[in-house]
C-alpha cells in the first residue's frame, strides 16, 4: 500500500493537472478551491497587461560599482536612477572606506567615520549616459554626464566606475564590503 502522503504528492504532479481542482493536493496540504484558482488567474492576467512605467524599466546603469577614487565605498544606481553610497569622513579624492561593513553602516555613520548618501540621477532615454549632480549629496557644485563604456560608467575628469558583474563570487573589495 502507498503511504498517504506519497499519494497526495503524486496527485499534485503536473501529470495530474487534468484533475478537478478538488482531486490535486498542493505542497503545505490545502486544496486549491475554484475561488483561489479565478483569483490567481485573474491577477496573472492583470500583471502581464499592465505597461511598464518607463521611469521602472531596466537600464544598463542599474547595479553596483567600483569608483576608484574611492576604494571600498559602494556606488549603487536602480531602474529609476537613484545613486546612493557612502564616502569616508572626511571626505577626500583617493581615501576610501577600508573596513567598511554593510551590517555596521548605521555605527559608523553615528560615530562619524563615513556618511551615507542619495543622489537623483538621470538616464538618458537611449540609456548611454547619466546625469549625476554631486552637488545634491555635498553642495561641491559638481555634475558630470558619464557614459557607458560597456564596463561601466566613464566620466569626463577621467574616472570609470566599474560594474561588479556578481556571479557569486565576489570580483572587488568593494563587492566584499558589501558582506
Not at 5 to 28: G, L, Y
Not at 65 to 92: K, L, Q, S
Request: glycine fraction near 8%.
Amino acid at each position: 500500500a502507498t503511504p498517504p502522503r506519497a499519494a497526495a504528492r503524486r496527485q499534485a504532479s503536473p501529470a495530474r493537472a487534468s484533475q478537478r481542482p478538488s482531486d490535486m493536493v498542493t505542497e503545505n496540504g490545502s486544496v486549491p478551491t475554484p475561488t483561489r484558482a479565478f483569483l490567481a488567474a485573474a491577477l496573472a492576467a492583470t500583471l502581464a497587461s499592465a505597461p511598464v512605467d518607463p521611469a521602472f524599466a531596466s537600464t544598463v546603469f542599474e547595479g553596483k560599482y567600483i569608483d576608484p577614487n574611492h576604494p571600498h565605498c559602494p556606488r549603487d544606481i536602480d531602474a529609476a536612477g537613484v545613486i546612493t553610497g557612502i564616502d569616508p569622513v572626511p571626505f577626500e579624492k583617493g581615501r576610501g572606506c577600508r573596513g567598511y561593513k554593510k551590517a555596521n553602516e548605521s555605527k559608523a555613520v553615528e560615530a562619524g567615520k563615513i556618511t551615507a548618501w542619495k543622489i537623483n540621477a538621470k538616464i538618458a532615454k537611449d540609456d548611454a549616459s547619466i546625469f549625476i549632480d554631486f552637488d545634491q549629496k555635498d553642495g561641491s557644485g559638481e555634475s558630470f554626464t558619464g557614459e557607458w563604456n560597456g564596463v561601466g560608467i566613464a566620466f569626463p575628469d577621467g574616472n570609470v566606475w566599474t560594474k561588479i558583474v556578481d556571479d557569486g563570487k565576489p570580483t572587488s573589495g568593494a563587492a566584499l564590503s558589501q558582506k
